[in-house]
Each structure stands twice: as C-alpha cells, then as structure tokens.
C-alpha cells in the first residue's frame, strides 16, 4: 500500500471531557490524553483502536527493478523513445534501455550474444537471419517504409529526377548495401535502371542525413519518417521509382528474454504489444510509417 493510500490515524478529541478537579484529577486526565494520542483511536467514539501489529504502518514494498532491453533500427529512435516513456509509466521498478543501429549491426550483436529481450528490424532480411540462428522467435511486422530523396535547403545541386543522382556533378550519400535502407536503394536504382553517383555509404539512415543536412552531400537516399523528422533541415524531391523498394518492419522476442525466465518474457512480450497494438500503431502512423498491411499484395 502506498503512502497516499494508508488509513489515517486519528486522535479522538479531550475537548467534551469534564474538567478534572484537583491536582490528582489533572495529572490523570493528562495521562489519558498521553495515552490517547500515543495508540490513537477511531473519529467515533466505537471505534476499535488502531491494530497494535504495525500493519498500517508499513512501508509499501518498492517494486523490483527490471530492466528490458530493446536493438531497434535507428529510424525507430524517436517513435521508440516515446513509447518506453509511456512503458515506464505504466510498469513500476521498470527501465526500457533503447539501443538503435542500423538492423544489419544490431543483428550481429545479437548473434554474437548481446544481451537484448527484443530485436525490431527495418527489413525481413536481418530479422531472417537472426531467427534462423535461434537467437529470435515469432517475428511481427508492425510497420512499412519507402525511401525519398533528400537535398541541403534550396536543392543547391537542382535534382530533380531520380535520373540526376547518376551525374557525376552530384554528390550522393547512400545507405551501405547490408543495411535496409541501402538495400531498398539498390533495389529501387536497379528498378529504375540508374546508376547512382555514390561518394559515400553509410551505416545507417541517420548517418544518411547528417551528411546532408550538414551539406557534405548535394543528396541522399532516406527514409520518408527520416525525412519528415528533418523538416526544414531538408528539402524533399519526391520521386515514383523508390515506391519499386517497400520495406517492412518486423519485431521479434530475442532467445535471451526467454533464457532469463518467463517474467522477463512476459516484460518482452508486453513491449511487443504495445508496439503492434493501438497506441504504437498511432504513435508509427503519426511518425509517417505505413501500416503493416500496406506490404500485403
């Protein structure tokens, strides 16, 4: 029992009582009123006194401290970072400890045996190949992205077209091929039969649009979400080819939650969903991911 909720002790009040005559009244009138307030009793006058077991009076037992620790792809940082707030809330003694990457990195960490409860990945590629190692189980997907592009403010190079990242006076930046954004770029360049004038290949989206927005790169290839996150940062050249690469979110309960025991697996699977259930859902759609169903054909 919390303190806000423990029954309040109270002191039945000396006020109506007659008033003791004599010195030998007086002090025995003040030893009841000694004793009254010591014990306590109820507002009526029966009401039985307080229970001499302390039970009242205990402290509520703090809850224990837990830890869930979820890899998640760096283009979930700020829907993720949100939603362990609204975990932490609702699940006393409990600390979400958010670790994002690109998903190709976080799934060689978690196949070299660190420690993780839940692996959410940018692509069914990297989640395949952790599951098929029996390091997760069961994956979900719970949300879909597309790439767009991306310039500095001003479009200083003037790309227009999907075709203007081949010039060679364009300096592009693009996911490495084993991350899911660089494999949605491939697959989206080859689509369109364009060769991309790559001048850098990065870890993951996020380092993506560093480079842009610092105006390393005349453009690069991110995520829509990434996109729309950047605002004024960036100016958006929309363009069809990249709807030929839809990349599909999966999420998965990682063998370690099980290896703890069932109450950390129960803690692992309430995280998963929240992230596939109405409130996560929300959080996704609003951050500009597309719906899971959206890959169903």
């Not at 009841?32 to 037992?61: H, I």
């Not at 494999?183 to 001048?199: C, K, L, M, Q, Y």
Request: hydrophobic residues 45%; negative net charge; contains cysteine.
């Amino acid at each position: 029992m919390s303190a806000s909720a423990r029954p309040r002790t109270t002191t039945r009040t000396t006020a109506s009582r007659r008033r003791a005559r004599g010195a030998l009244a007086a002090l025995g009138t003040a030893a009841l009123v000694a004793a009254l307030a010591a014990c306590g009793t109820g507002a009526d006058a029966g009401d039985d006194a307080a229970p001499s077991d302390g039970a009242t009076d205990a402290a509520s037992t703090p809850a224990e401290e837990r830890t869930l620790t979820v890899l998640a792809a760096a283009s979930l940082r700020d829907v993720f970072t949100d939603l362990a707030a609204d975990f932490e809330a609702e699940h006393d003694g409990v600390t979400v400890a958010l670790s994002f990457a690109g998903s190709a990195d976080l799934g060689d960490q978690i196949l070299a045996g660190a420690p993780a409860d839940v692996f959410a990945s940018a692509d069914e590629r990297n989640m395949t190949r952790v599951v098929d190692a029996g390091d997760a189980s069961d994956p979900v997907a719970f949300a879909t992205n597309t790439l767009t592009i991306v310039t500095p403010p001003g479009n200083p190079a003037g790309v227009e077209t999907f075709a203007d990242l081949a010039r060679d006076d364009v300096k592009v930046v693009v996911c490495a091929p084993e991350v899911p954004c660089g494999g949605a770029t491939d697959t989206v360049a080859e689509a369109a039969g364009v060769t991309i004038h790559r001048v850098s290949e990065e870890a993951n989206v996020t380092d993506v649009l560093a480079k842009v927005t610092s105006g390393e790169a005349d453009a690069g290839l991110v995520y829509v979400t990434d996109a729309t996150l950047a605002g004024d940062d960036v100016d958006v050249v929309d363009v069809p080819e990249t709807d030929a690469a839809l990349n599909v979110y999966p999420i998965a309960l990682v063998a370690a939650a099980e290896e703890a025991g069932p109450e950390q697996v129960e803690l692992a699977q309430a995280w998963i969903d929240l992230v596939t259930g109405d409130a996560g859902q929300a959080a996704l759609a609003a951050a500009g991911f597309g719906a899971p169903d959206a890959a169903t054909p």
